[in-house]
């Protein structure tokens, strides 16, 4: 009998991974291509699917592939279409796995935006295996979310469920890429943690490094590299961030009670420093009835793996659905 | 053939309403005993049994009844007790299914509480038929939900999900039972719109005869009177109320993106007094990708009778889950 794979891609800004993965979640092929922006999508795809067939080839013979997982921005799962993704530049909205089927004819073909894959990864085969009702916050550049909730990732009617970044922590507050003030992803991103240096540094006397530093230049990194100095400005930007962050997983946890959150992405990596205050301000905010019940863990993957993972894992769980 | 049917229970502080039901919905006898408080609850159960016999009895012959669905405060699906409800006076843990097993022996006998088993019962025989994600919010003495994501109900890890009356709208805000502060139940429970009242008491310099009536006799329904008598701090009360109400469903938005929101109990009775507010602030609140896309709607259901047909309908839903 052949072995079953599945093909995960994942489609950055300038990079797209492509894994051939068997079902208990082993890469046995990587390939690598550009992502050609602001050109004809037919362009990239024909680029694409030579990539895919190459990388295919390489993971060996006697496989059956099952399918194909596409983790991408803005992404519709239902629709099967990218939009409004700006800085792909194909235009506001392409029918991406319509186009794909032309190249391929695998039972299973899925679109999900990047969140969404990750936490089907952590499911599947992170820290997540076994249990039924997860959220997974991804702390990137912008802060995103992928939700499931018994079993199953959370879509909503329209296939834009988990927008968590979107919550408003306060109506006077930030100014957020989305035209509302105050969403999470204003504090709790890696572009948050830097508003939140530049905002401490207006308000305090309390000396620091980071003051001869303009803040167009400042990373979440650089603030994580003077916290370990003991920048008091830097350390006092990550309680901040924990508090903001920790709040509004008080409330997600009043919707859907999950047994773990998991946070993912740059901010994650600060380890102790992003997560003893989130979980302090969790747990202070929280209502009785989950107190001390959630657990608040480090994604299980390799950050560089955890796309194409999750996208090849979310073409298992689409199977599933088709057999049912 | 014998026709199916499955038995409702609403266990509410002074009353508990029994109904036999059919698959459609359609109630064939109805029952009734006094919720018997402070007494050990076997005493209760021996009234109880005795009055759903006799409704069964009275619905007809040739039935076949698959099951028993309980409504109660504080109630937990998975381990079947009644957790912590002081003013049923029966015990902190009540092991409630496990206790009625030893009357019946139909395959299904479950508890939920009343929220939830509301929104089963307006996904089987409301405005929520034919729909795959919901969010219902029950506007009484408190603020409850039921959530239904992917045509489940959404129950958690530990069977305490959809407690949306304690998210925090403001950190500094009013007390809540929780022991918090600011909780969504603070301002938009019947409770709540009672203390708006006291506020723009305090506030404002608007003439009300609200004035002339001591806070602890103002009911909702008194501020609903005024209110179309076109009191004005009776309007704004409403208004106020609906602003809460609203931001706080914009970001419950964000979470599971659902067709349609429902209200029920005593404030959602006020009609355009409460919709027209919330469904405002709702939509000025709310993140673009979610505009105009989800409805605001009354519960469709009988409001005496919405407990006990949703708790029926999760004996459906539980015997559905048994065939899987």
Chains 1, 2 share one sequence.
Not at 45 to 65: C, F, N, P, R, Y
Not at 186 to 195: D, L, P, Q
Request: charged letters at 20%; proline letters at 3%.
């Amino acid at each position: 009998m052949k072995k079953q794979v599945s093909v995960g891609i994942d489609i950055g800004g300038t990079n797209t991974a492509i894994g051939v993965v068997d079902k208990e979640g082993n890469i046995m092929a990587e390939g690598h291509t550009p992502t050609l922006t602001s050109v004809d999508v037919k362009e990239y795809l024909d680029v694409l699917a030579k990539t895919i067939k190459d990388t295919i080839a390489k993971a060996g013979d006697d496989l059956e592939v099952m399918g194909i997982g596409i983790g991408a921005p803005s992404s519709n799962y239902y629709t099967g279409e990218i939009v409004g993704a700006a800085n792909l530049g194909w235009g506001d909205v392409v029918p991406f796995v319509k186009l794909l089927r032309e190249y391929f004819d695998y039972p299973a073909i899925v679109l999900t935006n990047d969140a969404n894959s990750a936490v089907v990864g952590e499911l599947m085969y992170g820290g997540a295996k076994g249990m039924k009702d997860v959220i997974m916050i991804t702390l990137g550049t912008g802060v995103g979310s992928g939700i499931i909730v018994n079993g199953e990732l959370v879509l909503g009617h329209d296939g834009f469920a988990g927008e968590l970044g979107h919550v408003v922590m306060d109506t006077n507050g930030r100014m957020c890429g989305c035209g509302r003030k105050g969403c999470l992803e204003t504090y709790a991103s890696a572009t948050g943690i830097v508003r939140t240096v530049s905002e401490l540094i207006a308000d305090t006397r309390t000396p620091s490094e980071l003051r001869n530093i303009a803040p167009e230049n400042i990373t979440s990194k650089m603030i994580y590299d003077y916290a370990l100095k003991g920048d008091e400005i830097a350390l006092e930007a990550f309680e901040v961030t924990g508090k903001y962050l920790g709040k509004a997983i008080s409330d997600f946890v009043a919707f859907s009670s999950p047994e773990a959150i998991f946070l993912f992405g740059g901010l994650a990596l600060a380890g102790d420093l992003i997560f003893k205050p989130t979980k302090k301000y969790m747990e202070e905010n929280m209502c009785f009835l989950y107190s001390h019940k959630v657990k608040l863990l480090p994604s299980e993957l390799d950050g560089a793996k955890i796309a194409v993972l999750g996208a090849s894992a979310v073409v298992w769980k689409e199977i599933e659905k088709m057999a049912n």
